[in-house]
C-alpha cells in the first residue's frame, strides 16, 4: 500500500526503552508519523477525549493500571476510526484472541523487527488484520459461528477474479503474496478488496473471510 504523509500513530508503551526504540523506528519510516507516546491505557484515554484520533494504536497489552485488553472497548468507543494492533512479548494466543474479539485489528510480537512494524501499519491502514494463520483461524470459526445459520446465501455479484482473491485470503496470503500468485500488482489487489469489501459489506480481511465461509463463497 502506498502511504501517505499524514498517516498517524500513537504508541501505548509502559517500557520506556522499548516505546523510544518503537517510536524511533516509526520516526525513520516515510508516511508515517508517530505524534503520540502513552505509558498507560488511560493516559491514551485522556488525549482521545481531547478530541482526534490516529489512524494507528499500538497497544501494550499489559500496561499499569487497566490492561491493554480490558480498555480496547473505551479506547475503541473514543477512537471508533483507529485501527487498534495490540503489542505482546509473547505469543499468547489466549491473550491475543481475546484482544481481537474486544476490537484489535491485529497484533505484533515486541521481538518484531523494523520492517515489520510498518509491514503491519500498512496491513492494518488498507484493511487487513495481522496476526498468525493459526490465530485467524480460531477468529474465523468464532465469527462464523456467530453468523445465523437460518440465513439463505445471497448473490453477492463477486467476480470470478474477487472469488479468487478471497480463497487466497482465507488460506492466509497476505496482499503481497496475492499479487505474486496472480501475477498482478499490488495496487489492483488494493482495488479488488475494496469491491470485495464492498459487496460483501464489511470492513476487514477477517469479516470479509468469515463471510464468504459461512456463505460457502469459498
Known amino acids: 500500500m502506498s502511504r501517505t504523509n499524514d498517516t498517524r500513530v500513537w504508541l501505548v508503551e509502559d517500557n520506556d526503552s522499548y516505546r523510544k526504540a518503537v517510536a524511533g523506528t516509526l520516526g525513520r ?3 508515517i508519523q508517530c505524534d503520540r507516546e502513552s505509558r498507560s491505557a488511560e493516559e491514551l484515554i ?6 482526534g ?3 494507528v494504536i499500538l497497544l501494550d497489552i499489559q500496561l499499569p493500571g487497566s490492561d491493554g485488553i480490558s480498555s480496547l472497548p473505551l479506547i475503541r468507543s473514543r477512537a471508533p476510526k483507529s485501527k487498534i494492533l495490540v ?7 489466549e491473550k491475543i484472541y481475546n484482544a481481537v474479539c474486544a476490537g484489535a485489528s491485529g497484533y505484533l510480537l515486541k521481538s518484531a ?3 515489520d ?7 492494518a491502514i488498507s484493511g487487513g488484520a495481522p496476526m498468525t494463520p493459526s490465530l485467524a483461524i480460531r477468529v474465523l470459526r468464532q ?12 448473490d453477492y455479484e463477486l467476480s470470478e477474479r474477487e472469488i479468487g482473491i478471497l480463497r ?3 488460506e492466509g496470503f497476505i496482499k503481497k503474496e496475492i499479487a505474486e500468485q496472480l501475477s498482478i500488482s499490488q495496487h489492483t489487489v488494493n482495488s479488488h478488496i475494496r469491491r470485495i469489501y464492498d459487496k460483501l459489506h464489511v470492513h476487514t480481511n477477517t469479516a470479509a473471510v468469515a463471510k464468504a465461509i459461512r456463505e460457502d463463497i469459498v
Open 53 to 55: 484520533a490516529p489512524d
Open 29 to 31: 519510516s516515510s508516511g
Open 113 to 115: 523487527g523494523a520492517d
Open 46 to 51: 485522556a488525549e482521545l477525549e481531547k478530541g
Open 143 to 154: 465469527f462464523s459461528d456467530l453468523l445465523s445459520p437460518s440465513k439463505l446465501p445471497e
Open 87 to 93: 503489542l505482546t512479548a509473547f505469543d499468547d494466543s
Open 117 to 123: 512494524i510498518v509491514q503491519a501499519i500498512d496491513e
Open 168 to 170: 487466497l485470503m482465507a
